[in-house]
Each structure stands twice: as C-alpha cells, then as structure tokens.
C-alpha cells in the first residue's frame, strides 16, 4: 500500500476516530509490536454482537494471542440504534471501507489480504461488508444472517452456528452457507476441517467452511472456544 516504506503513525495500540459520512466513527488499532514499515501485513477487523463494542470482541475472541505480530487487527464501534443499542447497519460498509483505505495511506498494508470476522451482529455485517466491498479478501460469521441477494464475487469465506441458538436461528446461518456455496463455486464434496465442528467444501472460486456446533440453548449463543483459532488459520491460509 502507499503507506509502505513511512515511518510508522501509530502506537502498538491505539484508539482512533474518524469522520464517515459526517459521523465520528471509533476503532481500536492493534499493529504488531515487530512492524516493519517495508513488510506489507494483512488487516483484520473484529465486528462486535449488539450491546457490545470492539473492546468487547477484543476480549472474548483474543485473536491478539494468535495474530498480534502476524496481521494489524482492527476492533471497530458500531453506532446506537433508536433504542440505544450499538448494532451494525448496511451503511457501516462505508466506516470499514474508509478504516482499510486510511490504514493503507498510513502503515504497510496487504492491500490482498482484507479480512473480517465478527458474532451475531458482526457476524450479519462481516457477510454484508464481504458481499458489497471489493476490499474483502475473506470474511469469518458465527451466528449471523446472510448477505444481499446480489455480491461482487467469491470470498474466502468460513460460517459457523450452533443448532440451538436461541437468538440467531441457525436457518439465518444456513441461508448464508447456501449463498456463498454459489458464489464461491462450490460442490456437494467436503472433508473434516479442524480445529472445531467444521467441513470445507470443495470449491472452484473461493474456498467455504462450514462450522455447527451443538451446544445446550443457554450456551448456543456465545463465541465459541475454538472459533478463533479456526478463524485466524483460515485467514492465514489465504
């Protein structure tokens, strides 16, 4: 990216704002400690559940003990509704789009390698931001719907739910799985994908995993132990 080769902008961690649309929009930033302003470094973003915010999946889903030196993680904030409750909206497309092109400008950015992963809410906006953005390499949903009827293209793309969920129907999740199926190019053939309760399907365009868990309703609808590591290998992959 044109950030490539600048001295570096940021702290290891930072908070910061910006102005989208006329809104001031708020993300935490987690570059690694071992940034090498000349080595071109993939960027994550972490879409949080309703009620939450980016500290929030920052905390539960702790890629950082993963990928802190290895990708430049971004923990983003979505605005109040009309009842008060930070929630993702079809708009936010924009707020992320304009995080990645002011990464890009700033730090040493892969510029290929888009990711975002996200639960529930963020899960529902990880496959929207994928299906609208051609930013997106590849996106992670646990526990969320599924993207327009229309996409760009194919995207590396890994789904999970749990069959009891309570507050996500796993038909929301399904649906997903069925669109990306034909967007990616996908057939009926799959192979055990680990770690987790998860299946890759053999695809021609991009690749698609499949993860469904089987949990008690009152666990059903929470970020699964072994999601994150599942998540970041795959993104690794790619």
């Known amino acids: 990216s044109e950030g490539c080769g600048e001295p570096n902008a940021f702290e290891v961690s930072s908070s910061l704002t910006l102005e989208v649309d006329g809104v001031e929009r708020h993300f935490w930033l987690r570059r690694p400690q071992s940034y090498d302003r000349d080595f071109p470094f993939p960027i994550v973003i972490a879409l949080h559940g309703a009620g939450d915010n ?3 999946i920052r905390q539960y889903s702790a890629i950082e003990k993963l990928a802190a030196n290895r990708a430049i993680l971004v923990f983003a904030d979505a605005l109040a509704d009309d ?3 930070p929630r993702w909206r079809a708009e936010d497309a924009s707020f992320l789009d304009a995080i990645v092109d002011e990464l890009a ?3 040493c950015v892969d510029e290929r390698r888009v990711f975002a992963y996200g639960f529930s809410s963020g899960a529902s906006m990880a496959n929207h931001w994928a299906c609208v953005s051609p930013k997106v390499r590849g996106f992670a949903a646990h ?4 993207p327009p009827a229309s ?6 793309s890994w789904l999970g739910h749990d069959r009891a969920d309570p507050v996500v129907d796993i038909a929301a999740g399904e649906a997903a799985r069925t669109a990306w199926l034909q967007e990616n190019g996908c057939s009926d053939a799959t192979q055990d994908h680990s770690p987790g309760p998860c299946t890759g399907y053999t695809c021609s365009d991009a690749e698609l995993v499949w993860c469904e868990d089987a949990s008690s309703p009152s666990t059903a609808h ?3 132990d072994w999601a994150t590591e599942s998540i970041w290998n795959f993104f690794a992959s790619h």
């Open 151 to 156: 996409c760009l293209g194919p995207r590396e």
């Open 83 to 85: 009842e008060d409750i």
């Open 222 to 224: 929470i970020w699964p």
């Open 54 to 56: 980016g500290d929030a």
């Open 143 to 146: 526990a969320g719907g599924p």
């Open 105 to 107: 400008s700033s730090l």
